[in-house]
């Protein structure tokens, strides 16, 4: 009997898993994949997911792995061009971009190390319930019970789909996406934008780049016929800077992407479980909000938790509503700031304001602050040295 069974050991499951044990609980971890392993990512941690890393004494096991700190941030939007120190807050004093079989082995070993147990190439195919309740999983070898049982199965999750967990929040697909990755071209984390296209490139381990292409929706049926060729076509128009750099750079991997990048609330809690991470919460990647949101997940479901009798029925309901109503309200921002960028419509009055922005350093670097999350819209648009400027 544990206390908790986690489905899904990535930065979602891993994460929730490390703070349970660490509160002390019987808590089990199990992926159907090997660990480690890697997932489809461009890998960027916003400072807040950094900041959240660093409290939780991770982060410098991601320096020591070799992942290079990504120290400054620029972004060009045609004849506009923004350049400042990546954002910093309490505990991130750089953005990281570690490749994912490093980062969510981290975090399965510290789930490790504060006594959770781990089962790796396990899947679980069904629930096992009493009566309306989730009372633990169905593996291969048998049943596992437990109090609570979390999905962390990401954005296809079959823990969702066994409670028939509802869609509370959902908005059709906006862009589609292909990434490269290429050794040893120099340079550093940006974007770069054109009507439509939204380009970034990101540094990670072992000298290796990668290089992101975003499409429109509409345009992922041509886009996937031959995304290589799309992905450099991409890349020579909107950022030729960079193009330049992978003409004769070497690839090294396979080209990837998705045109399934869902847009959706879940219903997070139920009798007997919860949903963190993609399970729960899911937005398209443009913004690079995903791994940090899961962490954000992990850290409420854990607080909202934290001093509950699990084996107390309704008191371990009335905490996963709480981290539920928690999530809804705090992850509203950057999915609506997410939508809006992934319509890829850049307008002449964001060009304009963008303008306006790197005329000023002190305001490029607020303005990078709210792209990384730092900073509210709110805060940003507050500032009266930029209303001056408009
Ligand atoms: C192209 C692309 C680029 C992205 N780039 C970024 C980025 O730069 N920054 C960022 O923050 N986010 C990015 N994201 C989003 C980010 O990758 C996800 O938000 C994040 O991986 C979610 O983590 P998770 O732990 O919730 O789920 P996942 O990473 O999806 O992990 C789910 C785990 O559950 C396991 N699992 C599934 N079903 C079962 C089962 N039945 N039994 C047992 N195990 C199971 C899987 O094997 C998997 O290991 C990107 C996404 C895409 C598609």
């Known amino acids: 009997m544990y206390d908790a069974v986690v489905v899904g050991a990535r930065c979602a499951g891993a994460s929730t898993a490390m703070l349970l044990a660490r509160q ?42 070799g992942c290079p700190a990504l120290g400054t941030l620029s972004y060009d939007v045609g004849d506009v061009r923004l ?31 504060a006594g959770a147990d781990v ?12 009566g309306e309740r989730v009372t633990g999983v169905q593996l291969a070898d048998g049943e596992v019970h437990a109090h609570l049982v979390v999905g962390a199965d990401g954005m296809r999750s079959r823990v969702a789909s066994l409670v028939e967990a509802p869609l509370r929040v959902s908005d059709p697909l906006a862009s589609c996406v292909y990434y490269s ?55 020579e128009r909107c950022a030729p800077d960079v193009y330049a750099l992978v003409r004769d750079a070497t690839r090294v991997d396979r080209i990837r992407g998705s ?3 869902q847009n959706f609330f879940r219903q997070a809690n139920g009798p007997g479980w919860a949903l963190v991470g993609d399970a729960g919460h899911h937005l398209d990647s443009i913004t690079a909000s995903g791994i940090t949101n899961a962490f954000h997940q992990a850290d409420f479901l854990a607080a909202a938790l934290d001093g509950v009798d699990l084996a107390d029925a309704v008191a371990t309901d009335e905490a996963t509503g709480r981290f539920a109503g928690r999530r809804d309200q705090e992850l509203a921002e950057t999915y609506r700031g997410t939508l809006d960028l992934a319509r890829l419509d850049l307008s002449a009055a964001r060009v304009d304001i963008l303008r306006a922005v790197s005329t000023s350093p002190e305001l490029t670097s607020r303005y990078f602050a709210v792209v990384m999350g730092v900073l509210t819209h709110e805060e940003f648009f507050d500032d009266p040295d930029l209303l001056d400027l408009l």
């Open 24 to 65: 002390g609980r019987r808590v089990l971890l199990v992926d159907r994949a090997p660990i480690p392993s890697d997932t489809m990512s461009t890998l960027f941690i916003r400072p807040p997911g950094v900041a959240t890393l660093a409290r939780w004494g991770v982060l410098d096991s991601v320096v020591e792995s």
């Open 181 to 235: 990755a290429w050794s040893g071209i120099r340079t550093d984390f940006g974007f770069h934008e054109r009507p439509g296209s939204w380009i970034v490139r990101i540094p990670t381990h072992d000298d290796v780049t990668l290089v992101a292409t975003y499409f429109l929706q509409q345009e992922f049926k041509r886009v996937r016929q031959d995304p290589l060729a799309a992905h450099l076509a991409a890349v």
């Open 83 to 113: 350049e400042s120190r990546t954002p910093t807050m309490p505990g991130a004093g750089a953005a990281y971009a570690p490749r994912r079989h490093v980062l969510d082995h981290l975090l399965v070993e510290a789930a490790r190390e």
């Open 119 to 130: 089962v790796e190439r396990a899947s679980v195919h069904g629930l096992v319930r009493r």
């Open 259 to 261: 045109g399934d990048q």
